[in-house]
Nanobody
Framework: QVQLVESGGGSVQAGGSLRLSCVSSRYYYRRYCMGWFRQAPGKEREGVAHIISDGTTNYADSVNGRFTISRDNAKNTLYLQMNSLKPDDTAMYYC??????????????????WGQGTQVTVSS
């Protein structure tokens, strides 16, 4: 079983920055897809950013150019650098993973491990 633990959430004013981290409990996998999702109250969970082991990334249009996903394999840690934050970015942010993955960017249903979430609140 793989555990994903997110951290780095908090409260920030519009225009500010946060960096989320997600540590995986399992040893480094050579092939994977990993991603960040978010869910605001009353809304469905949406994909924010994804990365696969060859370095390919994918972003939601709403965050493209402001958010950056990256992974430090040596630390088994996934990051989400969030800049120019807006009130609409307020949500619970979740890390997701599919390990031993040889495909492309994962869809939501292809992720099989999820973290518990970290709250991000952006005030205007």
């Amino acid at each position: 079983q793989v555990q994903l633990v997110e951290s780095g959430g908090g409260s920030v004013q519009a225009g500010g920055s946060l960096r989320l981290s997600c540590v995986s409990s399992r040893y480094y996998y050579r092939r994977y897809c990993m991603g960040w999702f978010r869910q605001a109250p009353g809304k469905e969970r949406e994909g924010v950013a994804h990365i696969i082991s060859d370095g390919t990334t994918n972003y939601a249009d709403s965050v493209n150019g402001r958010f950056t996903i990256s992974r430090d394999n040596a630390k088994n840690t996934l990051y989400l650098q969030m800049n120019s934050l807006k009130p609409d970015d307020t949500a619970m942010y979740y890390c997701a993973a599919r390990l031993g993955w040889y495909g492309g960017i994962c869809s939501r249903d292809e992720y099989n491990y999820w973290g518990q979430g970290t709250q991000v609140t952006v005030s205007s």
